[in-house]
């Protein structure tokens, strides 16, 4: 019989303890201070009389200064990101251990990237003032219902994340802002590796359900900023600049952690377990077509404009 949602919970507790103490003993404490520069500092316009942000004042390139802002964004949104884990995994034992660890850590993320970008003028701080507050009004709520499914969705997001932050860093042009991004980054794929071996575990305790959530959480992923006010214009603008597009998400997100987690190896799978395995091969092949499309005309629109450049 199917193990509850509570059963594997208790069950994977002492995987968390141990996934736990090794992410531990694996993060590096870091200090966002330490990577502002605040002698490029200046007064704004308002209270102190400063100038106001104009565009000349950043140096960042205009897609890269796209993905720092939906990347901070994504961060912002903490709070609504917390109460959804706390309320799945609880805030008792090594799951509420885990839930406070992890928040404390993401909560220097929009600390360091908010800091860095208001200091060195890379974004107008009053439009990504008015992007925070519709963002963080829109909250978040996750769409999917259970404990599996939601540790399936974070073992990808976070790597994800970490991919976006690694190339937006590069796309910057910026030696300060791409070593922050590379530090945020290094957090992310920690928190990747603690969700990823827990949903290894799951596979031992109840490998047909466990196929099941990954295949649902696999043929519907959204990034966590899809509710952000313009997300599609934007995402396109970073898609196009190659800095997270459908075939990074499918050759170094989907297909690196499904490896791991032996998804296309497994034997002993009831029909409906086989049957999620067999959707989300379908949905695999179906989405390489689409990215390798979707390539392909990036690559001719670059042509284009250096034809006509």
Not at 164 to 171: C, L, M, V
Not at 219 to 228: A, E, K, V, Y
Request: hydrophobic content about 40%; aromatic content about 10%; glycine content about 8%.
């Amino acid at each position: 019989m199917a193990m509850s949602q509570t059963e594997l919970l208790h069950e994977l507790e002492p995987v968390v303890g141990v996934e736990l103490d090794r992410h531990n003993s694996m993060a590096k404490e870091w200090f966002p201070h330490e990577y502002i520069p605040w002698s490029e500092g200046r007064d704004f316009d308002g209270i102190y009389g400063g100038q106001a942000w104009q565009e000349g004042d950043s140096k960042i390139p205009e897609a890269a200064r796209v993905s720092l802002i939906v990347n901070l964004l994504t961060e912002d949104n903490l709070p609504s990101y917390h109460h959804e884990i706390a309320t799945t995994f609880g805030r008792d034992g090594a799951w509420g251990t885990w839930v406070h660890r992890w928040t404390a850590e993401e909560d220097r993320h929009g600390t360091a990237l908010r800091d860095y970008l208001t200091v060195t003028r890379a974004v107008d701080p009053v439009a990504l003032e008015r992007a925070r507050m519709y963002h963080m009004e829109q909250g978040f709520t996750t769409e999917y219902g259970t404990m599996l499914q939601q540790l399936a969705y974070v073992s990808f997001q976070e790597l994800a994340t970490r991919i976006s932050h690694r190339n937006t860093g590069r796309a910057s042009g910026d030696e300060g802002c791409e070593r922050l991004l590379a530090r945020i980054a290094a957090d992310e794929n920690l928190h990747m590796l603690f969700y990823r071996n827990l949903l290894k575990a799951a596979f031992e305790l109840d490998p047909n359900q466990t196929m099941r959530a990954v295949t649902d959480v696999v043929t519907t992923f959204q990034m966590p900023g899809t509710g952000m006010d313009g997300f599609a214009r934007k995402a396109m603008i970073i898609a196009n600049e190659g800095i997270y597009d459908l075939r990074l998400h499918l050759d170094d997100v989907l297909m690196p952690v499904l490896r791991q987690w032996a998804v296309f190896d497994k034997t002993g799978l009831d029909a409906e377990g086989e049957a999620a395995r067999e959707e989300l091969s379908a949905f695999l092949a179906k989405t390489e077509v689409t990215a390798a499309r979707f390539v392909e005309r990036r690559e001719e629109r670059r042509a284009r404009a250096a034809a006509r450049g």
